[in-house]
Each structure stands twice: as structure tokens, then as C-alpha cells.
């Protein structure tokens, strides 16, 4: 009988602080024979998406960034670990699709999330994932700082 392979989930924005979190994914995988799973939310809840035809524009455009962004992270994934990464774009509520992917997929047994630059939202999302991994998906939640050098990420993947 062959053994279920576990996956790392990572959650991925449009930004530079998610690479300390891709590059720790890609090697703890390789080391772990683990999948990879990237996953990246395209925040529809704002205003913007309800003003008639302008909101599926908006959309549209947000979707094509996302398939771009992911296909070059998917390729330094590559790069690091020769995992080819599984992708998964969404549209809705950061956190709540966050959270449905969790719970929906039982072989997740890691969240990979990096830390953000200081900003207002800073805390919210990983508030929000740390208090439903923790009460709910008991699996655990790691947070990469960006500020981590490629030494320091291999060191501790």
C-alpha cells in the first residue's frame, strides 16, 4: 500500500514578502517528499466589482496578474525544490478561501504564509488564519518573515 503524499500549502499575494515563504516551501517539500500547493486569493469583495460592466473588467484583469504572477513563482519553485507546485486561484474573501481550501483538502498538514510589511491590515489575515488553524483545522501555520536571508530559510526548512 502506498503512502498518501502530504501537502504545504502556501498562500501568496502580489508581493515581495511572500518569496522568504515560497523558497522555505520549496525545501522543506524536496526534504519532506511533500506536493506543493500555491495558493493565491483575488480579494472581489471590495466596491469596485459592483459598478455595472467596470467590476468584470476589473476582475478579468486581476485574474490574468494572477496566472502570470503564479506561473513565475511556480517556476522558482521549480527551480529550488523540482516540485512542480499545484496552483489554485480564487476569488472572494482572503481569509474565508484561506480557510475552505483547509478544510476542504485533508492532505494539508502545513500553512506556509509570509510576514508582511508593516501596513495598517498587518496582523488581520494571520490573526484570522491562526485562530481557525488553531481552533478548528489543527494543523500548524508557519510565518516567514521576509527579512530572512536564503541561508537562514535553509537552515530552518
Not at 496552483?87 to 474565508?96: E, F, Q
Not at 485562530?131 to 530572512?148: A, E, R
Request: charge should be positive; proline fraction near 3%; aromatic fraction near 6%.
Amino acid at each position: 500500500m502506498s503512502k498518501k503524499k502530504t501537502k504545504l500549502l502556501v498562500c501568496v499575494s502580489h508581493s515581495e514578502h511572500c518569496t522568504g515563504a515560497l523558497k522555505f516551501a520549496a525545501l522543506k517539500a524536496k526534504k519532506n517528499d511533500s506536493l506543493i500547493e500555491i495558493l493565491n486569493v483575488i480579494d472581489t469583495t471590495g466596491k469596485d466589482y459592483n459598478l455595472f460592466s467596470i467590476g468584470e473588467v476589473i476582475k478579468r484583469e486581476k485574474l490574468a496578474d494572477s496566472e502570470n504572477y503564479i506561473k513565475d513563482i511556480a517556476n522558482k519553485i521549480y527551480q529550488w525544490s523540482g516540485i512542480t507546485p499545484i496552483i489554485n486561484i480564487r476569488k472572494g474573501y482572503i481569509s474565508d478561501e484561506i480557510a475552505n481550501v483547509i478544510e476542504n483538502d485533508k492532505s494539508i498538514n502545513l500553512v506556509i504564509v509570509g510576514s508582511s510589511p508593516e501596513s495598517s491590515s498587518k496582523g488581520k489575515l494571520i490573526t484570522y488564519l491562526t485562530d481557525k488553524v488553531y481552533s478548528k483545522l489543527f494543523i500548524p501555520l508557519i510565518i516567514i518573515p521576509n527579512s530572512l536571508t536564503d541561508l537562514q530559510i535553509e537552515q530552518i526548512s
